[in-house]
């Protein structure tokens, strides 16, 4: 009986050391699959087949590991998805704290900001040193959703090239869900070349109704006083006449421009690119300025150089003679009598260029970078005295666009200007190289 009783104790032993082996074996499986989902890898399923209180823990882990593994992996695919999302926006994305500290950026703020993978963590103003988006911060954590802060600010360029200056952003600020504590998206828009097109236009809108109303309203008076007493005076009745005619014909003169420099930017002007002589061209516009040259006592020269008349550019007829009128009629209007208009042809690589320089009353460097635009003048009273519309250095930017040239314009007050057409030239193709029969080959 002592025997018995001793023997099945050895086995209650036996079986209770193996049962807490199971335990303790299921126990660190469970704890290594709760590690490694912290860890965001994937869990294996325990599989000790174990009873008692430890069994419905392993069971419930089996269960519970692959739904959150499923979990897991969609709030990667979804973070995955939105880091795509961001990095391909032109918009610029930073998210900051409730401390004012950085959480993410996109690849557009790190270009606009100046940000690195090191910026994550530290202070927005430390930063991006600008009051006005700091002020943008503070708006839009005052706020709460799904109120939203809207505004514009202004941030110096990066680019040394473009020093002094400045872009213009549109910003969109977003509390996040949970209120201040949670922190805050805000979104940069580049709205600098939208601005300026805004600004081109009312400037156009105001120029173009200025310039119509001056010849208008000369014709208005020039044709009320003829209707109140001068119509039958033949001392004035001719001469104001005449005035109303040319009033009219600077106004007709003003739409034509205004209608070839539309047809111009909306590209419904045909030309016909191909190979054309130069010279011929050049020396036509300018025997059809030489009279109004001679008659203001200015000497009118060209001076081809090195290009001959056999060169060829790649460029339309009619587009050259507009081109060359403009800026001949320009040179002879603005330069002085007794002055002088200088034609000189060069060649560069792959380019044919074409300078029209006078001693004319030259233009102010401030002035400079705005005189191709529509109806800018540098002198206002003295252009409308001598008849410009204030469209032909504009029409001469687009024609130079059209046929894949370059313009530029060199000058200085009282010193004359100089403009420079840069023209593609026309590259004959090669002709194929002829083949020596081998020796004794056709004898």
């Not at 790190?110 to 009051?131: C, N, T």
């Not at 209120?179 to 709205?191: E, K, Q, R, T, W």
């Not at 102010?364 to 206002?380: A, N």
Request: charged share 25%; hydrophobic share 40%; aromatic share 6%.
């Amino acid at each position: 009986m002592a025997g018995f009783l001793i023997a099945f104790g050895l086995v209650s032993a036996l079986a209770g050391v193996a049962m807490a082996w199971h335990w303790s074996r299921a126990l660190r499986e469970v704890r290594r699959g709760v590690e490694l989902l912290g860890e965001g890898r994937r869990a294996r399923p325990v599989l000790v087949d174990v009873g008692g209180p430890i069994g419905p823990l392993v069971r419930s882990f089996n269960t519970a590991s692959p739904l959150i593994q499923g979990r897991l992996d969609r709030l990667e695919g979804d973070r995955e998805q939105l880091r795509v999302v961001l990095g391909a926006m032109a918009e610029a994305v930073i998210a900051v704290d409730p401390r004012r500290r950085l959480l993410l950026a996109n690849a557009s703020a790190d270009a606009m900001f100046g940000l690195d993978g090191g910026s994550a963590g530290r202070l927005v103003p430390e930063l991006i040193r600008s009051p006005q988006i700091q002020e943008a911060v503070e708006e839009t954590f005052r706020l709460s959703p799904p109120d939203a802060f809207q505004g514009e600010v202004t941030l110096p360029f990066r680019d040394p090239a473009l020093r002094g200056m400045v872009r213009t952003l549109s910003v969109r600020g977003t509390p996040l869900h949970g209120g201040a504590a949670a922190g805050a998206v805000l979104v940069f828009h580049d709205v600098t070349d939208l601005r300026r097109l805004e600004r081109m236009r009312q400037d156009f809108v105001a120029n173009a109704s200025h310039e119509l109303k001056t010849p208008l309203a000369s014709i208005k008076a020039y044709a009320e006083t003829l209707l109140d007493w001068a119509l039958h005076d033949d001392d004035v009745n001719r001469r104001y006449l005449e005035r109303i005619d040319e009033q009219a014909d600077r106004l007709n003169q003003i739409i034509l421009d205004m209608l070839s420099l539309a047809r111009l930017e909306s590209a419904q002007e045909f030309y016909e690119h191909r190979p054309v002589p130069l010279v011929p061209l050049l020396a036509a516009c300018l025997d059809a300025h030489r009279g109004r040259a001679e008659s203001k006592g200015l000497v009118l020269t060209f001076q081809p150089g090195e290009v001959g008349p056999d060169v060829l550019v790649v460029a339309d007829e009619e587009a050259i003679r507009q081109i060359f009128d403009n800026l001949l009629d320009n040179a002879i209007k603005y330069t002085p009598e007794s002055g002088a208009v200088q034609m000189t042809c060069s060649q560069g690589d792959g380019v044919v260029a074409v300078e029209v320089t006078d001693t004319g009353i030259g233009i102010p460097r401030d002035d400079l970078p705005r005189i191709f635009e529509r109806f800018y003048r540098v002198d206002k009273a003295r252009s409308r005295e001598l008849g410009g519309t204030g469209l032909g250095l504009a029409i001469v930017k687009h024609l130079v666009s059209s046929i894949r040239g370059q313009v530029s314009v060199a000058s200085r007050p009282g010193s004359g200007s100089r403009f420079t057409v840069a023209i593609p030239r026309h590259q004959a193709a090669r002709p194929a190289a002829e083949t020596t029969p081998p020796s004794g080959e056709g004898q």
